[in-house]
């Protein structure tokens, strides 16, 4: 399913793919953070909410739920830090939405750590049963894709610390809705300038169609890597047409595959990876 807010992410690349001309800095990708999110506390929380009151409330209303900006209250059990990041980083080209670059890396995971407080199910705990989550894993492939503590594969980004930074709601999400919320990537350096996991179709003057991740690129070759993993190099001038497929995921979704209860023990099982919740 494609929702507004992939689009709303594709939009940049698909206008610098129309118009190649276009400023990097206003339709580049999303700022991406040097670290990734480290584990809320309660000190960031309130550094957060001291932060947001000054800086955030007189457009998001003192609690988040709006003023002249939009309610964000949700925003972080339904996009997660990294997005978040960018968006409070980068502001929202061509609205209201100013950008806080002045802000330091800590200052704004600070404001996501109480945005993420303040969501319905952001503080929520999982309801399922862990230990059964963690048969449920092993016996669906998820391995085959996903690394947890360095073992599996690396088609999906690695899950060793998920639980700490999706909430279960977004973790829920992840499960149902495959590439509606595409994480950012911020290990993987030769992916760092695109937004990662972005499916990208090529169709080659021949006709053929590669469909892929984005994982590197020079001037003469694009590089896309399909969902065996394979890594196809293509000629770009044998391109006839790139483009990106928001909201399209080479992981499929469980939700026909898998019982509510069993989602809910999986979710339950992810959230205990790295300590959290
Ligand atoms: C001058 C007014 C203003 C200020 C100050 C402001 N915002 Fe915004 N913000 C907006 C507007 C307007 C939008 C809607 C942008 C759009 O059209 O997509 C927005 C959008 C957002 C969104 C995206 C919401 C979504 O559902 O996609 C987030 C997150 C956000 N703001 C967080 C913050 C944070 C955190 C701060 C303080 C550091 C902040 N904003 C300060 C006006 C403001
Ligand atoms: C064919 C490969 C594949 C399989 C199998 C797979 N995934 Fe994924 N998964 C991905 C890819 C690619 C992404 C990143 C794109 C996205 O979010 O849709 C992802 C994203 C995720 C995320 C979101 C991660 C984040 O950083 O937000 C979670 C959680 C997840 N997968 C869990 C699972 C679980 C649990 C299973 C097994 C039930 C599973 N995956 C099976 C490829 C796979």
Redesign the pocket.
Known sequence: MISIRSLRAAAPILAILICCCAAQAQFGPPSTPKEPHPKATPESVEAGHKLFSGTCANCHGIDGSGANGPNIREVGATL?PEALYGIIHDGVFGSGMPSFASLSDQQIWDVIDYLTSLSHAGGALATGDAQKGKE??AS???A???MIDGQG?D???D?SA?GE??SVA??KN??ID??????VDTELQERANYPA?LVYRAVMKDGKVVEG?RVDEDSFTIQLRD?DGHIHSIQKFYVEKLEPEPGK????S?KDK?SDAQIND?VSY?STLGGAR
């Not at 495959?178 to 994480?183: C, H, K, R, S």
């Open positions: 997660g449920i894993y669906n492939g998820c085959s894709c996903h594969g088609l999906g980004p899950l998920i930074v999706r977004m973790l992840a499960l495959p590439g509606a919320n595409l994480p996991y991740m969902k995921s080479f992981m499929p469980y898998l999986l992810l």
